[in-house]
């Protein structure tokens, strides 16, 4: 139980400073609308690509490029922002797994909001070619819950080696690949309407990365916590 009331007043802190400031939403934003503006540009000078049979394949795997830049842009920054007075003052007041919690809840809900926003402007550029829109749609919610579970730890990890930006990328790109993989796949299948049963093995795919890098999180954050 005080796990959960830490890890709530810690949650509800991210919040609150975000809405204050909302420096990390805004600028998230103005770069997925910017960057889908500029593509959409850039497939306007290539006449009759909207029609073609590889247009679907771009479409997906450009919109994925998109939310993988905006995630590391969004949450890179989760531990790296936090002064070093202000972390002490977090390790007397709370545990380490609340704090690691609370950002990961933080860094989800942020990435889903804007994951739902990105898809909406996607789809105003772009023709939609969705067999499945909704199984597309929680499709990108589970790869915003992927992301942010991965790069939050990643995070966490790197802000204790100096906020390398270069090891925070070595570290991450192992994990996040194969997530890559998998969300391009369930998305492919959304597009081209398959059977949703066929995506169940895949899903479950994700889930267990999700499940072992949160519970990886919370046995190490305490170690990187007391140096």
Known sequence: MKLVNETWYLLKKEILLEWRSKYAFNGVLLYVVSTVFVCYISF???AGFSGSTGYAVVWNVLFWIIMLFASVNAIAKSFMQ?????????YSIASPQA???S???YNIML????????LLVYMVFFTNTLGDPLYYFLTVLLGS???STVFTMISA????????????????????????LVLIKLSKNAMDGVDRSFN???????LAINAIVITTALLLFPYLWRD
């Open 44 to 46: 306007n000078l290539t």
């Open 82 to 90: 936090e002064s070093k007075n202000r972390l002490l003052y977090y």
């Open 99 to 101: 704090i690691i919690l």
């Open 103 to 105: 950002k990961t809840i």
């Open 111 to 118: 990435m889903s909001l804007l994951s739902i926003l990105a």
């Open 145 to 147: 819950l992927s992301f």
């Open 157 to 180: 990890i790197a802000s204790k080696a100096g906020n390398n930006g270069t090891l925070m990328a070595i570290l991450s790109f192992p994990v996040i690949i194969p997530v890559i």
């Open 200 to 206: 169940l093995g895949n899903v479950g795919v994700l």
